[in-house]
């Protein structure tokens, strides 16, 4: 018997039983959507933490503090910065050397004291690195500094009780107001020499302002200058990066190399790159870190919080059986007579079976397609409506970006799978039943 | 065509614990050559209908063997004696056995597309059958608007759509008239003549056993003396 006569077969079974089929997949419709939608829950959390992590680039970080020579950590330099480049799996290497004083920027009649420091630009904008406004310097005297540089700058000869409120924030009215794109400010640093402070002060031209970091409650204050403008600095102060000599004339802090970083850190292409990336680094003895140890955690946890909300999403589609396995008992009770006629012409006992499992498919396949389009809808309907129920319910503003729920084609396979096994397993009862119809009891009407 | 041997039939009755066995057939034996019309005959409860099933594979012998057309049917088993019934036996039975949600032209179709004939050759057999039988105009009329005769005739059409070389009919005018009897009865006769198609009919009436070439007649589950069993 041909699978296309077969089909005709089931079909005009269907046809006959409308409601009864119609509502049978309904059922599993429900019982599939519930799974799909439960599950997409999992799915959107996790894609939205791990998306919250992926933003301020923070998962495919690996943080190099240094390399291990004889028991001590050596200082990395260009050479080391070279060598992370050439690695496989690399995206970009940024590297900082820090001012090792906080100098005073004086910009009209505001100030500010900021943390400076010097990075290397083009390995920053392929790591990640945008503006928020302005442009990358391009000349020595040309410095971009961080979003939140301007709550540090304040008016100058205001007496400190008048200038923060009760929360120690800067009053409003005192910060600067215009636009810090092309204006010119001082650097003011210091050295003291014969127990005497020296001042210089360098002019900077503020050609762009990083993007608000990813986190709340992350701020970037810094002021970032250029390599020569540190040279500067050090001829003036005659220490490695700006160090201020104590008034006692001895050094201070760890003795310093002029071309070693302060900072490196190594991005990754992919989260998948990271471990690649940190095993390379083991076998070259470099001491590093990265936080993907800590995602696997995340992941682990995640997935199982899926396979989780997976299985009891299941139990509807099990339930949904009853009605599939409900439906065929009776459409082979009712056809039994039809079935014992077939079986006495010489219809062999496979192609009964074949016909009802056929049947039950049909129904677990609509029922697993519809589902999956109802699933989509209602996920739709979630992202949309459930953070606004929560903003106007508790007033509470939800991060950007957050999704409840996430379809992916995987959850979609992973549902219909789930649908068809069961819809075809709950199928299977019925359908061998149907085989074993007596023929002279069925043509005697007696099943 | 038919060769029975030695065959024994009792049926099971009762639940567990407490069966009981009831004999039915008893070492029976007879022959059927090729193109015979032949008439079982006996009373009611004697059997027949016990060994034409056994002949079909709808049940199986206790005991004995049953030849059709060179094959031991009795050791087929469910899946091979589907197929040997499609390939060779026809069926007509008393009460037509059509499938009520099926045309005339569906019901005749069935055989063809159970053995997986394609649908652009389904179309002319049918037709062809459906006009050997007198019915091309009521092929689209289902069991329930047809007749008794007519619907016979479906059946009828249904068992010869496959050109089997054997038609096995259980009281097939039973449920008919008298005139209605008497034309399925030539029509019988001729498709023997012209087709060569070797007929096995139940009955206890003598008009249909008249058209028989031999009649076999049963009682208390054994072949009466004097049936045609010479042959074995
Ligand atoms: N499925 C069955 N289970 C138990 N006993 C049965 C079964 N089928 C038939 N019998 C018994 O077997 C005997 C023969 O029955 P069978 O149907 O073969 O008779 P028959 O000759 O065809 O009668 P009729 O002319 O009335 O059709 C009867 O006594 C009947 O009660
Ligand atoms: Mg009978």
Redesign the pocket.
């Known amino acids: 018997m041909k699978f296309k006569d077969q089909y005709q077969f089931v079909s005009q079974n269907i046809k006959k039983n409308k409601i009864r089929v119609f509502m049978t997949v309904l059922a599993t419709a429900i019982g599939c959507a519930f799974l799909i939608v439960l599950a997409s829950v999992g799915f959107g959390l996790h894609d939205s933490i791990l998306k919250e992590t992926m933003e301020d680039r923070a998962v495919t970080e690996v943080q190099v503090h240094g390399r291990e020579t004889d028991g001590n950590y050596q200082p990395l330099t260009d050479e080391d910065i070279d060598f992370f480049e050439s690695l496989e799996g690399v995206k970009a290497v940024t590297r900082n050397k820090q001012l090792y004083q906080t100098p005073t920027y004086k910009l009209e009649d505001y100030q500010a004291q900021s943390n400076t420091l010097v990075s290397h630009f083009p390995s920053e904008v392929k790591a990640g690195l945008e503006l928020s406004e302005g442009r990358l310097p391009e000349k020595e005297n040309e410095v971009i500094v961080g979003y939140n540089f301007r709550s540090n700058l304040l008016l100058s000869d205001v007496n400190q009780e008048e200038l923060y409120n009760d929360q120690d924030e800067p009053k409003d009215k005192y910060l600067y107001q215009d636009s810090l794109i092309g204006k010119v400010m001082d650097m003011e640093v210091i050295q003291i020499n014969d127990n005497q402070e020296e001042t210089k002060s360098i002019s900077l031209k503020i050609v762009g302002v990083t993007e608000k970091p990813g986190r709340e409650w992350e701020e970037d204050r810094s002021v970032y200058i250029s390599n020569s403008v540190l040279k500067e600095v050090e001829e003036f102060t005659g220490t490695a990066r700006g160090m201020v000599d104590s008034p006692g004339g001895e050094q201070q802090g760890p003795e310093l190399e002029i071309g070693a970083y302060d900072q490196v850190t190594i991005y990754a292409t992919s989260i998948e790159t990271v471990k690649q990336v940190s095993e390379q680094l083991e076998t070259e003895n470099y001491a590093s870190y990265s936080v993907i140890s800590e995602m696997e955690q995340i992941n682990i946890l995640f997935t199982i919080m899926k396979a989780g909300l997976i299985l009891i999403g299941t139990i509807a589609v099990l339930i949904a059986s009853i009605g599939i396995y409900n439906t065929m008992t009776m459409a082979v009770t009712e056809r039994a007579p039809d079935i014992g006629i077939m079986k006495a012409i010489g219809a062999k006992p496979k192609i009964i079976k074949r016909i009802f499992v056929l049947e039950s498919s049909l129904i677990g396949l609509a029922g697993a397609v519809i589902g999956t389009i109802v699933a989509y809808v209602i996920s739709f309907a979630v992202n949309i409506g459930l953070p606004l129920i929560i903003e106007s319910a508790f007033n509470e503003e939800l991060p950007p970006g957050l999704k409840f729920s996430m379809i992916p084609w995987t959850l979609v396979l992973i549902a219909v799978g789930i649908c068809l096994v069961v819809t075809i397993l709950s199928g299977l009862r019925p359908a061998k039943r149907a085989t074993q119809i007596d023929v002279?009891k069925a043509m005697r009407r007696e099943v | 065509m038919i060769t029975v041997k030695n065959l024994y039939h009792q049926?099971e009755?009762g639940k567990k614990g407490n069966k009981t066995t009831?004999p039915?057939l008893e070492d029976i034996s007879f022959r059927i050559q090729e193109k015979e019309i032949v008439a079982i005959k006996?009373r009611?409860?004697?059997?027949?209908?016990?060994?034409l099933n056994l002949i079909s594979g709808f049940i199986r012998p206790t005991q004995g063997e049953i030849w059709i057309n060179g094959t031991n049917v009795t050791e087929l088993n469910e899946t091979d004696f589907a197929e040997f019934r499609l390939q060779y036996i026809g069926f007509i039975f008393q009460n037509f056995q059509l499938i009520p949600s099926m045309t005339a032209f569906q019901n005749i179709e069935l055989p063809l597309i159970l053995k997986g004939t394609p649908a652009s050759a389904r179309q002319k057999i049918v037709e062809e059958t459906l006009e050997k039988v007198g019915l091309q105009n009521h092929k689209e009329h289902y069991p329930s608007e047809l007749s008794g005769g007519q619907q016979q005739r479906v059946s009828i059409a249904r068992a010869l759509v496959l050109n089997p070389p054997l038609i096995l009919a259980d009281?097939p005018t039973g449920s008919l008239d008298s005139e209605t009897e008497e034309n399925l009865l030539h029509f019988i006769e001729q498709l023997n003549r012209d087709l060569g198609i070797t007929f096995l009919i139940?009955t206890?009436d003598e008009q249909v056993a008249r058209i028989g070439n031999r009649t076999i007649e049963i009682a208390d589950g054994s072949l009466l003396e004097g049936s045609d069993s010479r042959e074995i």
């Open positions: 002279l | 049926f009755l009831l039915v006996g009611s409860g004697s059997g027949k209908s016990t060994l009281e139940i206890h």
